[in-house]
């Protein structure tokens, strides 16, 4: 099998430079992808130990062989970061990386349904996992895929997009990505460059892999159980995911947790669990942007633990 990445890592000098004053310990890739960010990373801390996790198949496959010259303190784990990051015994955790959503692989794989002419419709990060975009696609009625439409795709027009597709599956299932995508360009005009499709299939990702309950419970999970001087690196891909990062690192950075109804402060204003190191994310440059595209909505944020949690 070839080690060549079928994926640009994006923003890694920012992630790069995010982590150069790591401390000594873990450094946990949690979306290990083709291993871009956890190879570089390897190669610039020599004394830092690893663990990458992802749950795609094919990705751990790949990166463990793309990581064969660090194996003796790297350690890869297939699984959902929100499931394996609670219950990782390794300690301290000196750095945490996450970069959400999908692979360019997993989009160029037309057996994996998520690109608008795959002949699948499936979606599943994780090819265990008990739904996929068909049962979504097929199974939802109108007024559940209008709520998905509207909350992981902020589509305009997705009570017509939603009724329309639950009459064509009720009469001919959708058996793949293209069926649907142009079913649905028949549907919604076009606006800009885009195909009219990218809301409504970015909205059936999200559903098909829990995408937005995945972040909030690896935020949930760090905020259980962190370390001071820890550096956490988040990379987001559309606005839904960002907000919950940003919200988050504003709840971590907050010192006084008085009821907003209290008249003073009586908490000793002491709360603050760390630093955001930006107000604003970091995006990529002009530089990046035209070696790689898909870096365009990316979007990395940056947090410094200054406190441990108590275990
Ligand atoms: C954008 S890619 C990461 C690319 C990687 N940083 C690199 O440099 O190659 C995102 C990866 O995260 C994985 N992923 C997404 N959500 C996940 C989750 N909840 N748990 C584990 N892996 C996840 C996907 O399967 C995909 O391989």
Redesign the pocket.
């Known amino acids: 099998m070839t080690t060549e ?1 079928p ?1 640009i ?1 994006v923003l890694l000098d920012e992630v790069m430079a995010a982590f150069e004053a790591i401390g000594e310990g873990f450094f946990v ?10 190879e570089a990373i390897l190669r610039r801390h020599p004394a830092l130990r690893h663990i990458g ?4 198949e094919e ?1 751990v496959t790949f990166s463990m062989q793309k990581l064969s010259p660090f194996k003796e303190r790297s350690r890869l784990i297939r ?4 499931e394996v990051v609670p219950r990782l015994e390794e300690a301290p955790i000196a750095g945490l ?1 996450a ?5 360019s692989l ?1 989009l160029d794989k037309s057996d994996r349904g998520f690109g608008f002419e795959a002949p699948v419709l499936d979606m599943r ?1 994780d090819r265990r996992s008990t739904k996929s975009a068909y049962d979504v696609v097929n199974g939802y009625d109108a007024q559940r895929l209008a709520e998905i439409f509207e909350k992981y795709g902020e589509l305009k027009g997705a009570k017509r997009l939603a009724q329309a597709i639950e009459k064509r599956a009720r009469q001919k299932p959708f058996e793949s990505a293209k069926a649907l995508s142009d079913f649905i360009a028949g549907v919604l005009p076009s606006r800009g460059k885009n195909h009219p499709a990218t809301l409504p299939f970015q909205a059936i990702r999200i559903e098909v ?1 829990d ?1 937005l309950g ?1 972040i909030e419970r ?1 935020l949930d999970a760090i905020e259980a159980r962190h370390f001071e001087g820890e550096i956490v690196a988040l990379i987001t891909f559309h606005s839904l995911e960002d907000r919950l990062i940003k919200r988050r690192f504003k709840r971590w950075e907050r010192a006084c947790i008085c009821p907003p109804e209290a008249m003073r402060c009586n908490c000793g204003k002491n709360h603050a669990l760390g630093k955001a190191l930006s107000a604003k994310p970091i995006v990529a440059s002009k530089a990046e942007l035209s070696r790689n595209p898909r870096a365009r909505s990316a979007k990395l944020r940056v947090f410094r633990f200054e406190k441990g949690s108590v275990a």
Do not use: K
């Not at 996790?53 to 795609?56: Q, S």
């Not at 699984?79 to 929100?82: A, D, L």
């Open positions: 990445a994926h890592p890739d949690c979306t290990l992808g083709y291993a871009g960010h956890s996790i992802d749950r795609d990705a699984g959902s970061f929100s990386l970069d959400f959503g999908v692979s997993q990060m892999n995408e995945e690896l």
